[in-house]
């Protein structure tokens, strides 16, 4: 053999004659040939002979054994390779490392593990990648292998398990109980950097492990970001998980706000609600991808009308989006964003909502005057001011202020005595479509601008029956004003006598006023005076009945003549009087037979 060329051993067909210069060619080259071709051509009945070449005196046939005993697969030979992971040689561990990982026994884990501290890169390299070819490795190993002291041993762990991904996942999370600080960090680590993946197990972790489980796991989701968004919104559906899975998605920030918006379609309101209220949290980073769901291609009113809450619910940092929404193309994006400022209340939307106002569809016009309506007295200056605009400015305005109503009024008060004209007719007109809201303000105002009291007066009679309460209440405190409330009860007439007849129990002044507009309202009073007659109040009675004689419609003649029997004295002789200055024929009878009483 020992004149041969080493070539030539390829085409050796006699294993016997290779194994023999295997064992005893002198020359290495010829030893690290004999050993090459073994491994080329199969040759499992050199095995041992191969093995036995791992303890070579020259690396170069080592290197070529190790390389051999790869190319066989053959799990005997893994004992020799793993005492192989030892040699002198970097070159003959890292074809030691290649040949474990090709033949896969799980017997070769712990052995690999400790080669991940070689000296040598490409040592560890190899090592790291044959732990990743082992049959069902023990995984618990690796993980034990995060204690090492050994820095460049960890990192090289590290990197196998993250490679293993989800297969290394529940012996990791289970890990995260130890008691080893350094251990929880290190699979911790890993976890993060296997992400997504193991979101779900991080999740159920959170659920059912111990307090360590479920604090580590929780800030790895946080750590893992996005991908571990989904998983935790429906973990909001569960009440036990809902606040620690809340606070780990407003912490993961920005990568969870699509995810959130999302959610508004699953049609489930528990988890709509939850997210609406994380999205809330997440605030101004949520507000442009709110803003742009207002635009939803499918037109889920449902799914809009969420963004908009949320929008609602973030308040400042939506304004400016939602007023940029009110000139958008689509109308339901101009809808909910009008909605929404007016839930909002921010000064700024008032000029944009007054423009939005004037929109070519109903249903956007409709809205903004709402929104302004709802922002009350925060838009009420703004629009009194538009009412010197054109009219179709002065139109939405006014009816804007009516629909605001009772924060609308002092302004509106004031604006009565507005050198312009315009101005003071239209402020008053609205004062009067706002009704019983304004009459107790109006009433107030009448001492506090002579030059103006009689266009408040007009506007209190105009607003009619809700007047009359507040007046007659302003009469108890200020009896000096008696006369000028006392022409607004009579100017308000008819829709004021039930009223007023019903104030005539108060006594004092305020009977003596209500009978006097009762009287100067004529008719109309007749059928609230005549309901007097049967009031508890003998002296209500006495007035009523001289209050129906004054007034002289027939109508009470036969409600007076039945008083006649009244057993309060006063009363009778003023139902008598009252019969006597009515002057009609069909008292007479009545009045003959009660000459016979000795009080009349």
């Known amino acids: 053999m020992g004149s041969k060329d080493p070539v030539d051993f390829k085409d050796e067909e006699d294993f016997s004659a290779l194994k023999n210069a295997l064992r005893n060619e002198l020359n290495p080259i010829f030893r690290a040939a004999a050993a090459e071709a073994l491994g080329e051509k199969g040759a499992i009945d050199a095995l041992d002979a191969i093995i036995q070449s791992l303890n070579d005196n020259d690396p170069a046939v080592r290197i070529k054994a190790a390389q051999a005993l790869g190319r066989l697969g053959d799990a005997r030979a893994v004992e020799g390779l793993i005492r192989a992971l030892d040699d002198d040689d970097g070159e003959v561990r890292f074809y030691a490392a290649e040949a474990l990982g090709k033949i896969g026994e799980p017997t070769a884990t712990e052995p690999l593990i400790k080669a991940l501290g070689d000296k040598e890169t490409l040592v560890r390299n190899k090592a790291a990648e044959s732990l990743l070819k082992l049959r069902d490795p023990p995984i618990n190993l690796l993980i034990m292998a995060l204690k090492d002291e050994d820095l460049e041993r960890r990192r090289e762990v590290r990197e196998v398990l993250v490679k293993m991904g989800y297969a290394a996942t529940k012996p990791l999370i289970s890990a995260l109980k130890d008691g080893d600080p350094k251990l929880q960090t290190e699979a911790g680590e890993v976890l993060t950097?296997?992400?997504?993946?193991?979101?779900?197990?991080?999740?159920?972790?959170?659920?059912?492990?111990?307090?360590?489980?479920?604090?580590?796991?929780?800030?790895?989701?946080?750590?893992?970001?996005?991908?571990?968004?989904?998983?935790?919104?429906?973990?909001?559906?569960?009440?036990?998980?809902?606040?620690?899975?809340?606070?780990?998605?407003?912490?993961?920030?920005?990568?969870?706000?699509?995810?959130?918006?999302?959610?508004?379609?699953?049609?489930?309101?528990?988890?709509?609600?939850?997210?609406?209220?994380?999205?809330?949290?997440?605030?101004?980073?949520?507000?442009?991808?709110?803003?742009?769901?207002?635009?939803?291609?499918?037109?889920?009113?449902?799914?809009?009308?969420?963004?908009?809450?949320?929008?609602?619910?973030?308040?400042?940092?939506?304004?400016?989006?939602?007023?940029?929404?009110?000139?958008?193309?689509?109308?339901?994006?101009?809808?909910?964003?009008?909605?929404?400022?007016?839930?909002?209340?921010?000064?700024?939307?008032?000029?944009?909502?007054?423009?939005?106002?004037?929109?070519?569809?109903?249903?956007?016009?409709?809205?903004?005057?709402?929104?302004?309506?709802?922002?009350?007295?925060?838009?009420?200056?703004?629009?009194?001011?538009?009412?010197?605009?054109?009219?179709?400015?002065?139109?939405?305005?006014?009816?804007?202020?009516?629909?605001?109503?009772?924060?609308?009024?002092?302004?509106?008060?004031?604006?009565?005595?507005?050198?312009?004209?315009?101005?003071?007719?239209?402020?008053?007109?609205?004062?009067?479509?706002?009704?019983?809201?304004?009459?107790?303000?109006?009433?107030?105002?009448?001492?506090?601008?002579?030059?103006?009291?009689?266009?408040?007066?007009?506007?209190?009679?105009?607003?009619?029956?809700?007047?009359?309460?507040?007046?007659?209440?302003?009469?108890?405190?200020?009896?000096?004003?008696?006369?000028?409330?006392?022409?607004?009860?009579?100017?308000?007439?008819?829709?004021?006598?039930?009223?007023?007849?019903?104030?005539?129990?108060?006594?004092?002044?305020?009977?003596?006023?209500?009978?006097?507009?009762?009287?100067?309202?004529?008719?109309?009073?007749?059928?609230?005076?005549?309901?007097?007659?049967?009031?508890?109040?003998?002296?209500?009675?006495?007035?009523?009945?001289?209050?129906?004689?004054?007034?002289r419609d027939t109508r009470a003649v036969m409600p007076l003549i039945d008083s006649l029997s009244d057993k309060y004295p006063p009363a009778r002789i003023a139902v008598a009087r009252a019969l006597g200055t009515i002057g009609d024929k069909r008292a007479a009878p009545a009045l003959i037979q009660a000459l016979d009483d000795e009080e009349l």
């Open 193 to 551: 950097r296997i992400g997504g993946p193991i979101a779900e197990p991080l999740v159920l972790a959170m659920r059912t492990g111990d307090q360590d489980q479920r604090n580590v796991a929780g800030e790895i989701l946080v750590r893992i970001g996005g991908p571990a968004v989904e998983p935790l919104i429906w973990a909001m559906k569960d009440e036990g998980m809902r606040e620690r899975s809340s606070e780990l998605i407003v912490r993961i920030g920005v990568p969870a706000v699509e995810p959130l918006i999302l959610s508004f379609k699953y049609k489930d309101f528990d988890l709509q609600a939850q997210s609406v209220a994380v999205l809330a949290r997440l605030g101004a980073m949520a507000v442009a991808p709110l803003a742009g769901a207002l635009k939803d291609e499918e037109d889920d009113e449902a799914f809009r009308a969420l963004a908009t809450m949320t929008l609602v619910r973030i308040e400042e940092p939506s304004v400016e989006p939602l007023i940029q929404g009110l000139s958008d193309e689509k109308r339901d994006v101009r809808i909910c964003s009008a909605k929404a400022l007016g839930e909002i209340g921010d000064s700024r939307a008032i000029g944009p909502l007054i423009l939005a106002s004037r929109d070519p569809e109903r249903m956007v016009r409709s809205e903004a005057t709402g929104a302004l309506a709802r922002m009350g007295a925060l838009a009420v200056e703004y629009l009194i001011s538009s009412l010197k605009k054109d009219d179709e400015s002065r139109a939405i305005a006014k009816e804007t202020l009516v629909r605001i109503g009772f924060p609308a009024v002092v302004p509106l008060i004031r604006s009565i005595s507005q050198e312009n004209e315009d101005i003071r007719q239209v402020a008053m007109e609205i004062l009067v479509q706002i009704g019983a809201p304004a009459v107790s303000p109006l009433v107030q105002s009448l001492n506090e601008a002579e030059s103006v009291r009689e266009q408040k007066e007009g506007v209190l009679v105009r607003i009619g029956a809700p007047s009359v309460g507040p007046i007659i209440e302003s009469l108890k405190d200020d009896p000096s004003a008696r006369r000028h409330f006392s022409n607004i009860l009579i100017r308000i007439g008819a829709p004021a006598a039930w009223q007023l007849a019903q104030a005539m129990d108060e006594g004092g002044q305020i009977r003596e006023v209500a009978k006097e507009a009762l009287i100067r309202i004529g008719p109309s009073s007749v059928d609230p005076l005549v309901a007097a007659l049967s009031n508890e109040d003998a002296e209500v009675r006495a007035d009523a009945a001289d209050a129906l004689g004054r007034i």
